[in-house]
C-alpha cells in the first residue's frame, strides 16, 4: 500500500465520520421540530376536543299557554316576548320536588342554560300544535353543569359547583336524562358571554370577508406591481429606490400597519372601526410586498429564450407578457399569495389596532358589518375567566390551523398541478 | 430594464464558454491590417436587404465596424467568423431585436427593399413578421406543437377562419419538414419533442407568419448531425421561397448550404464572396488563416 493511499484511507475514515456527524445534526433538529409540533397537536387537541360537544337536559315541560302568555304560536311577536323561562323554572321545580329555598331555587334554575329559551321558543314555532300541552324536550344545559358532565368521575368532586347541584345532576345523569350532542352552535353562532352559547361563527364569517378583501386588493395590485418592475421599469436609482423598500416593508413588524391603518384609514379617510373592510386594507398592505416579492421572483424564472422567442414573432412587450410570462410565472404567483393569505389569516396585532377586537354577537352581513377574525376570537377567550373558555379557545385555534393547513396545502397541490405544464 | 440585461448577460455567458484560447497564430495575424473596405463582393443587384455603414455599439464599446452589405432575394448567405467577432450582434440588428438590450445602439442605413428598418415610424412588430429569426437554441413556448406554430399568424390575425389556420399550422409544419412526425400529437406538448425537431418546430414557427427573411443564429449548434443534416435540408428548400442569413461555426455548414459567405473578423467585415470562392481561394489574408483553422 502506497503512502498515499495510506493518507486517503485515513482522511477518508475521518470524513465519513464527520458526515454521519453532519446527517445526525440534521436528523436531530428535525426531531426537535416535530416533537415539537407534537405536543403543540396534543395540547390543543387534548384541550379543545371536548368543546365540540355539549350537553342536554331532558324536562318535562309543559307550555302552559298562560304561564307563556301565548294564545297564538304561529304568532312570531307573541312567541319573542312569550315567558319560556318561566315554563322551564316550573319544569325543574316539578323535577326535583322540595326546593323552596329562593337561594336554592336560583341554583336549580342555573342548570339549565339561559339559551334554552330559544332552544323552546324554535320548538313552538316549528310545531304550535305543542302548545297547552306537555312535552319531553331536550334543553341545552349551562356551562357549568356541562363542564361537570365532561369531567372524569374521579375529578369530579373538585368541581366548582355547589353539592345540591351536583346532586341534581348525578340524578339527572342516572335517569338518562343527560345527553351529549354536537355542538353545532360552535361553528353558528357568535360570541357570548355564555361559554355554551358562544361559538365561532362570526369570527369565521369575519375572518371570511376580511380574506375576501385582502385577495381582491393584494393579488391583482401584487401581480402588477411585479410585473411592471420587473418587465417595465427602467433599471435606476428610483426603482432600485422601490425595490428596497418593498424588501424593507415585508420586515415591518405587523402592528405597525395596523397603526397605519388607523392613523390612515380610520383617522384621515373616516372609515368605521371594526368592520372587515377595514382589516381588509390593513392586511393587504401587510401582504403586499410578500405576494410582489414571490410574483418577482416567479417571473424571473420565465426562461429568457421563450420571452426572445415571441419577441421574435413579432409580440409586443405587452403580449410577451401575457401570452407567455404571466401564464408561466402564475403558479408561483399563486403559492405566494395563499402563502401570504395565510400568514394574513393568523395575524392578530393590526387588528387589534382598528378596533376589530370587539365583542361580536351577531353573523356580519357583508364587510361594512363590525365584525371579527378568528385569531381575535382567540385572543379574545384566552382572556376570559370561564373554565369553559379554555377548551374553546383550543377547539378555535383548531380550526384555525385546520383552515391554515388546507390553505398551504392548496397552495403546494395549485404549484405541482399547475406546473405540469411547463 | 432587468430583462433584457438577463438575457445579453446570458447570451454572453454561452459566447465565453465557446471561446477558444488565443493561439500563437491569431496574435501574429493581428498584425494583418483590416482592409480599407470589404474585400470580394458585399454588393448584389436589386437586393433583398441593404445595409450601409452599420455601426453597433454596447454602451461605449463598439462591436460593429461600418459593416456594408447586401443580402440578395432568395439567396442563403453565411456569416462566419471566430467567436465574439460580432456576427450574433450584426444579425440582431437586422430585425431589431437588439432593441431588447438597453446599451445597445445601432447606426447605419438599414433596409428591407425600400423600407429604412429603423425608421421610428416603422413598428417593430411589423417588421419582424417580415424578418423572422430563429435561435442557437431551441425555444419552443411550453404549449402545445399547434399553438407554437399558430402563435405567430394569431398574433397577426393571418387566419380568420379555424379551417384557415389549421392550414397555415400544416403547411408550415410540412416546410419544416416536421409534419410526418408531429401530424399524430399537434395538441402535446413542443417541449416534450427531441432537440432537432424542437428546433425544426421553431423554424416551422418563423416560417408560419411568412416572411420574407429569415435570420438563423448558429441554428444547428446544439444539435446532432443528423438532426443537423436535416435542417440544413431545410435550409436548402426554403431559399425556394426565403431569403435566409446563417451565422454558423461550422465551415462545413457554411459550404453546404450558404450561396455567399460573408467573413467578420472582431466587428469588421473583411470578405464576402460567393461561397465556393471563399473556401477555395480566399482573397483575404484574415480569411484564408480562419478557413485552414489557424484561428478561431
Ligand atoms: N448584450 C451585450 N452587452 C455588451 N456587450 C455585448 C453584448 N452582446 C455582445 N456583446 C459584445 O459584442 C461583441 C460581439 O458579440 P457577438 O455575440 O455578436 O459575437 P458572435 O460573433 O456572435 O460570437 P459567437 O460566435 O461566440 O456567438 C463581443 O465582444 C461581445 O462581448
Ligand atoms: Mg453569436
Known sequence: ??????????????????????????????????????????????????????????????????????????????????????????????????????????????????????????????????????????????????????????????????????????????????????????????????????????????????????????????????????????????????????????????????????????????????????????LTLMTLPTIIITSRAAIKTVPPSVREGALALGASKMQVVLHHVLPLALPGMLTGSIIGMAQALGETAPLLLIGMVAFIVDIPGGPTDPATVLPVQIYLWADSPEQSFVAMTSAAIMVLLAFLITMNTLAVVLRKRLERRW | MDTARELDNRNRADDDAAKPLIDVEERSMQDTPYPEKTVGKPFVDAPKMKLRHVNVFYADNQAIHDVSLDIGKNEVISLIGPSGCGKSTFLRSLNRMNDTIDICRVKGELHLDDQDLYDPKLDVVELRARVGMVFQKPNPFPKSIYDNVAYGPRLHGLADKKYDLDEIVENSLRSAGLWNEVKDRLHSSGTGLSGGQQQRLCIARTIAVSPEVVLMDEPCSALDPIATAKIEELIDELSESYTIAIVTHSMQQAARVSHRTAYFHLGRLIEVNDTETVFTKPEHELTEAYITGRFG
Open chain 1, 1 to 282: 500500500m502506497s503512502e498515499t493511499t495510506a493518507k486517503v484511507r485515513k482522511s477518508l475514515a475521518r470524513r465519513y465520520r464527520q458526515e454521519k456527524r453532519f446527517q445526525a445534526y440534521g436528523i436531530l433538529s428535525i426531531g426537535v421540530g416535530l416533537l415539537a409540533l407534537l405536543i403543540l397537536f396534543t395540547d390543543i387537541i387534548g384541550k379543545g376536543h371536548s368543546a365540540f360537544f355539549e350537553h342536554y337536559i331532558q324536562l318535562e315541560i309543559s307550555l302552559d299557554r298562560d304561564v307563556l302568555g301565548v294564545d297564538d304560536a304561529s304568532d312570531d311577536e307573541q312567541l319573542n316576548y312569550a315567558n319560556f323561562g318561566g315554563v322551564i323554572k316550573e319544569a325543574l321545580r316539578e323535577r326535583f320536588p322540595g326546593v323552596d329555598d329562593r337561594q336554592q331555587q336560583r341554583q336549580l334554575y342555573a342548570l339549565v342554560s339561559s339559551g334554552a329559551s330559544y332552544n323552546l321558543r324554535d320548538e313552538l314555532k316549528a310545531d304550535p300544535s305543542l302548545l297547552g300541552g306537555t312535552r319531553n324536550l331536550w334543553l341545552l344545559a349551562d356551562d357549568d353543569v356541562d363542564l361537570y358532565l365532561k369531567t372524569p368521575e374521579k375529578k369530579r368532586p373538585e368541581a366548582r359547583l355547589g353539592d345540591q347541584q351536583k346532586q341534581w345532576i348525578e340524578d339527572l345523569e342516572a335517569a338518562g336524562d343527560t345527553e351529549k350532542r354536537f355542538n353545532a352552535s360552535f361553528f353558528s353562532h357568535g360570541d357570548s358571554r355564555e361559554p355554551e352559547l358562544a361559538g365561532i361563527g362570526s369570527a369565521i364569517v369575519g375572518s371570511f370577508f376580511t380574506m375576501i378583501v385582502t385577495l381582491c386588493l393584494s393579488f391583482p395590485i401584487g401581480v402588477a406591481a411585479a410585473i411592471y418592475l420587473e418587465e417595465f421599469a427602467p433599471r435606476n436609482k428610483f426603482t432600485d429606490f422601490i425595490e428596497v423598500n418593498i424588501n424593507n416593508l415585508a420586515a415591518v413588524p405587523s402592528i405597525i400597519f395596523g397603526l397605519l391603518g388607523l392613523a390612515i384609514f380610520i383617522n384621515l379617510f373616516g372609515l368605521p372601526r371594526s368592520v372587515p373592510l377595514l382589516g381588509g386594507l390593513v
